[in-house]
T-cell receptor
Framework: DAGVIQSPRHEVTEMGQEVTLRCKPI?????LFWYRQTMMRGLELLIY????????DSGMPEDRFSAKMPNASFSTLKIQPSEPRDSAVYFC??????????????FGPGTRLTVL | AQKVTQAQTEISVVEKEDVTLDCVYE???????LFWYKQPPSGELVFLIR??????QNEISGRYSWNFQKSTSSFNFTITASQVVDSAVYFC??????????????FGQGTELSVKP
């Protein structure tokens, strides 16, 4: 059974460019999370969805960041315009239905973003 | 507010030594869940264990064991007879259960464990 799939695995772009990160959750999972990992801030939640609906986007750093989940099997995180401080590893995770907070989150391999 | 503190930033041991990674948490939820994840040098996050707030039984899985104490808000992780393959960053994390707060994994800063041969 495939795990959480993220693409691309690595992205190098120049400041000001638009970046789109993609995630396919595990089939049957109804929660999807986007996290960012940096040396300075550690692992922090950006946004999460339940049944394709955004529930909490309080972690999204600013308006340059947006996330969508058009269907149960696909989500995107977009940064426009990108800045060097956005350089980080972005993880997508999903979790199956059940008691909220109780289930382990299954993480994708991450996308390493470098903004020059 | 929820918070997880892993005071040990880096630990270095020699193979076969036992090592304990500390985790202290803060939450106002009465029902919550604690997790440990491992991040090896390859970068993925690997789930190790989940414990709910009503279950204070210690758990052992092979060389790994976990000690959960609500009285001190701690959820410590011990590796017995460490091996080089245990070298990784280990994260302790916490979730609550209230709608629109629950499910959010609050991570500690991580402890980087280096096991030398």
């Amino acid at each position: 059974d495939a795990g959480v799939i993220q693409s691309p695995r690595h992205e190098v772009t120049e400041m000001g460019q638009e970046v789109t990160l993609r995630c396919k959750p595990i089939s049957g999972h109804d929660y999807l999370f986007w996290y960012r990992q940096t040396m300075m801030r550690g692992l922090e939640l950006l946004i999460y969805f339940n049944n394709n609906v955004p529930i909490d986007d309080s972690g999204m750093p600013e308006d340059r960041f947006s996330a969508k989940m058009p269907n149960a099997s696909f989500s995107t995180l977009k940064i426009q315009p990108s800045e060097p401080r956005d350089s980080a590893v972005y993880f997508c995770a999903s979790t199956p239905p059940g008691t909220l907070g109780a289930n382990e989150q299954f993480f994708g391999p991450g996308t390493r973003l470098t903004v020059l | 507010a929820q918070k997880v503190t892993q005071a040990q930033t880096e630990i270095s041991v020699v193979e076969k030594e036992d090592v304990t990674l500390d985790c202290v948490y803060e939450t106002r939820d009465t029902t919550y869940y604690l997790f440990w994840y491992k991040q090896p040098p390859s970068g993925e996050l690997v789930f190790l264990i989940r414990r709910n707030s009503f279950d204070e039984q210690n758990e052992i899985s092979g060389r790994y064991s976990w000690n959960f104490q609500k009285s001190t808000s701690s959820f410590n992780f011990t590796i017995t007879a460490s091996q080089v393959v245990d070298s990784a960053v280990y994260f302790c994390a916490l979730t609550g259960t209230f709608y629109n707060q629950g499910g959010k994994l609050i991570f500690g800063q991580g402890t980087e464990l280096s096991v030398k041969p």
